[in-house]
């Protein structure tokens, strides 16, 4: 089977993410670890619970991370994800934190891959704090996985949270940085321009979030709030999605770690991140011309084969 690390920041596209990958029945998830994004960490750890307990999965292990960024300054994406992160559907029966590890997060992903060499593959799809300090404690960690999943970052200049800045990158930008120099194993990146070229017709959604299941149900209900910001005119207007659909730029990465042949087309670059800069500050750099003397190389995701995902994210809500 496929033995999975999950990194998530649990707002709307990270429980779709998640879901994805509760449906395959030969993938392992070893641990999640839950790190501060979308919203504040004592609400992703309670939406990542919520939605194991949808799917009846609340046997796997669910990790307490970073609560705050290296240096950037927090921030969450509430106009987006709500003030919960997903939202904001009351919950009249919450699980409780009792269910989380005592076990911090850093110390479970960092074991769990050294117990496990060659064999991991990491899906991150939030600031990359947890793997940054990851990284820190046990320099060994990116030769000993199998690859590394993210969501985050953008080729061109088009930012969603600042002019030039996609959320993961801008919310921990020296992370972001620190992962980038030193994950030098097989990475995947599913950049924001990418999800939005690739985004779900509407149709699509009213046919994968109506199917009759409780999975689908409660989907249905978290995604309304971002589906309507997603929808409202000033969003599809700066975000350049108009009319294209909803953009569950998560998904992107997990989907494609869990069945490789979804990434039609990649391009295999040097990328780094932009640490100063008024309008750029985490901002993703790709070095064409090779000048910051980087070997490692990551593959950017152009092209998917979406027909595929989306029966992958169909089955997911059955
Ligand atoms: C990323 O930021 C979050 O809002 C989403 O969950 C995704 O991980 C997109 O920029």
Same mark, same amino acid.
């Given at each position: 089977?496929?033995?999975?690390?999950?990194?998530?920041?649990?707002?709307?596209?990270?429980?779709?993410?998640?879901? #994805?990958?509760?449906?395959?029945?030969d993938v392992e998830i070893l641990g999640i670890s839950?790190?501060?994004?979308?919203?504040? #960490?004592?609400?992703?750890?309670?939406?990542?619970?919520?939605?194991?307990?949808?799917?009846?999965?609340?046997?796997?292990?669910?990790?307490?991370?970073?609560?705050?960024? !290296?240096?950037?300054?927090?921030?969450?994406?509430?106009?987006?994800?709500?003030?919960?992160? !997903?939202?904001?559907?009351?919950?009249?029966?919450?699980?409780?934190?009792?269910?989380?590890?005592?076990?911090?997060?850093?110390?479970?992903?960092?074991?769990?891959? *050294?117990?496990?060499?060659?064999?991991?593959?990491?899906?991150?799809?939030?600031?990359?704090?947890?793997?940054?300090?990851?990284?820190? !404690?046990?320099?060994?960690?990116? *030769?000993?996985?199998?690859?590394?999943?993210?969501?985050?970052?953008?080729?061109?200049?088009?930012?969603?949270?600042?002019?030039?800045?996609? $959320?993961?990158?801008?919310?921990?930008?020296?992370?972001?940085?620190?992962?980038?120099?030193?994950?030098?194993?097989?990475?995947?990146?599913?950049?924001?321009?990418?999800?939005?070229?690739?985004?779900?017709?509407?149709?699509?959604?009213?046919?994968?979030?109506?199917?009759?299941?409780?999975?689908?149900?409660?989907?249905?209900?978290?995604?309304?709030?971002?589906?309507?910001?997603?929808?409202?005119?000033?969003?599809?207007?700066?975000?350049?999605?108009?009319?294209?659909?909803?953009?569950?730029?998560?998904?992107?990465?997990?989907?494609?770690?869990?069945?490789?042949?979804?990434?039609?087309?990649?391009?295999?670059?040097?990328?780094?991140?932009?640490?100063?800069?008024?309008?750029?500050?985490?901002?993703?750099?790709?070095?064409?011309?090779?000048?910051?003397?980087?070997?490692?190389?990551? $593959?950017?995701? *152009?092209?998917?084969?979406?027909?595929?995902?989306?029966?992958?994210?169909?089955?997911?809500?059955?």
């Amino acid at each position: 089977s496929k033995k999975l690390w999950v990194d998530l920041d649990t707002g709307v596209d990270d429980a779709q993410a998640l879901m #994805l990958a509760l449906v395959e029945p030969d993938v392992e998830i070893l641990g999640i670890s839950c790190v501060h994004g979308n919203t504040p #960490l004592q609400n992703v750890l309670q939406n990542t619970l919520r939605v194991l307990k949808v799917c009846g999965r609340l046997d796997i292990p669910v990790y307490k991370g970073c609560q705050r960024p !290296l240096l950037s300054p927090k921030q969450h994406a509430s106009d987006y994800h709500g003030k919960d992160g !997903l939202g904001d559907v009351p919950d009249p029966d919450p699980p409780s934190l009792d269910l989380l590890q005592k076990e911090k997060a850093v110390p479970a992903m960092i074991k769990a891959i *050294k117990n496990n060499p060659g064999e991991v593959t990491l899906v991150a799809t939030a600031p990359l704090t947890n793997l940054a300090v990851a990284v820190q !404690l046990d320099p060994s960690i990116p *030769k000993k996985l199998k690859a590394l999943f993210l969501m985050g970052g953008n080729v061109d200049s088009r930012g969603n949270t600042t002019v030039c800045g996609e $959320f993961n990158f801008v919310a921990d930008t020296e992370a972001a940085y620190v992962v980038l120099e030193r994950y030098t194993c097989p990475t995947y990146i599913a950049a924001w321009e990418f999800s939005c070229r690739s985004s779900l017709p509407w149709s699509f959604c009213d046919q994968w979030l109506g199917q009759c299941t409780d999975k689908a149900q409660f989907m249905k209900q978290i995604t309304a709030f971002s589906r309507s910001t997603a929808q409202s005119e000033d969003y599809e207007t700066t975000q350049s999605t108009a009319g294209k659909g909803f953009n569950s730029c998560d998904c992107y990465a997990m989907a494609a770690a869990l069945d490789e042949s979804l990434m039609l087309e990649n391009e295999e670059v040097v990328v780094s991140v932009e640490l100063e800069g008024a309008h750029t500050r985490g901002m993703m750099v790709v070095d064409y011309m090779g000048l910051l003397k980087k070997k490692h190389k990551a $593959f950017v995701m *152009k092209k998917f084969d979406l027909e595929k995902f989306q029966g992958m994210l169909m089955k997911s809500l059955q």
